[in-house]
């Protein structure tokens, strides 16, 4: 059955390679226009959305139901009107490059509670420790059957690396609108939270990399610059050498122990409004994901979760804030 355009959004973005830059920066960079066309999830995109999750969850993915989450976000875009997909315009046949949905994590009984059950038993799973107590505590009074508290919308979205940032602001708006209509609607309980889902990492892992990196047009010839290939060699031979040192530390942490002694300054984000996000938080962990399985063959900045939940009564402000973050100003 096919499904109307929600709304179309155009939007100029410099390349992601900085190709379209010229070698000796005394030229203002080359811009692409793309128009993007906002749609409500379809059948079509099941597996993208499987991959867009796996992505989001990295090496966790394994510890959820994909299959289970992507078919909800169609069933609940076909049933709820909650959720939009990002295409191009003229392919929209083709996979999207951003999704946003819900799941609503409560004590109800409701459609889509295989989704809800895998969704929930893992934010249970990564808050467990003593330090998240407070952030397990109300997740599992939200979701316990035996619970009559308010539920919490656990909100999932994830994009391309590539993606504009400016396409997050009118993503999360429609959604709360949606959210909002679907309860109005349906006289469902008011949530008392919304739960946000991210992935960020350690921006202090590529700094001594990327400065040596930096220095390989500079190096010069012959003896003096075999000498300082040999330091850079060691440097990083060092620095793998600290790793497998710490290797022990990084199995502790890596099942969900919450970082508290990792600081936004120590880490980078995907998403820049996770920032505002952070602010906005009642309750906040972030924790190590383990590394993939072939991490020692090729160098990888350390990644982690990040779940921030908001009370539902400040979503307007947040929304006021993001769309101030990252909005185009008009011309």
């Known amino acids: 059955m096919p499904i109307d355009t929600k709304r179309k959004a155009e939007d100029e973005e410099p390349r992601a390679d900085g190709s379209d830059y010229d070698s000796d920066g005394s030229e203002e960079p080359d811009f692409i226009n793309v128009d993007f066309d906002f749609r409500a999830p379809e059948e079509i995109d ?11 969850f990295y090496t966790h993915n394994t510890k959820l139901d994909l299959s289970a989450l992507a078919d909800q976000i169609v069933k609940t875009s076909t049933s709820q009107g909650i959720g939009t997909t990002i295409k191009v315009v003229g392919d929209e046949d083709q996979d999207p490059y951003a999704f946003v949905s819900s799941i609503t994590l409560s004590s109800a009984k409701s459609e889509g509670s295989e989704a809800t059950n895998s969704l929930a038993k893992y934010l249970l799973e990564v808050s467990s ?27 999932l979205h994830e994009r391309m690396v590539n993606m504009p940032p400016q396409v997050a602001p009118p993503l999360y708006k429609m959604l709360l609108e949606e959210v909002r209509a679907s309860l109005a609607s349906t006289s469902a309980p008011t949530p008392s939270h919304f739960l946000f889902f991210s992935r960020v990492f350690s921006a202090d892992a590529f700094s001594d990399d990327e ?71 009642s309750h906040a962990l972030t924790f190590r994901f383990p590394p993939p399985a072939d991490a020692a063959d090729s ?33």
């Open 46 to 56: 099941f597996q993208a959305l499987k991959r867009l999750l796996q992505q989001l």
């Open 129 to 155: 420790k003593p330090s998240t107590k407070s952030v397990y505590d109300l997740l599992k009074s939200a979701a316990s059957g035996t619970s009559t508290n308010a539920p919490i919308v656990a909100v």
């Open 211 to 281: 400065a040596m990196d930096e220095d390989d047009d500079d190096e010069p010839s012959g003896l003096a610059g075999a000498r300082k290939r040999k330091a850079k060699l060691a440097r990083r031979e060092a620095k793998k050498a600290g790793a497998k040192k710490d290797a022990p530390k990084t199995r502790a942490i890596s099942d969900g122990m919450a970082l508290n002694g990792a600081s936004d300054e120590e880490l980078g984000l995907f998403h820049p409004e996770d920032v505002a996000i952070a602010k906005m938080a």
């Open 299 to 331: 160098f990888e900045a350390p990644l982690f979760g990040r779940v921030a939940i908001v009370p539902a009564d400040k979503m307007d402000a947040l929304l006021q804030q993001i769309d101030a973050d990252l909005s185009v100003p008009l011309a």
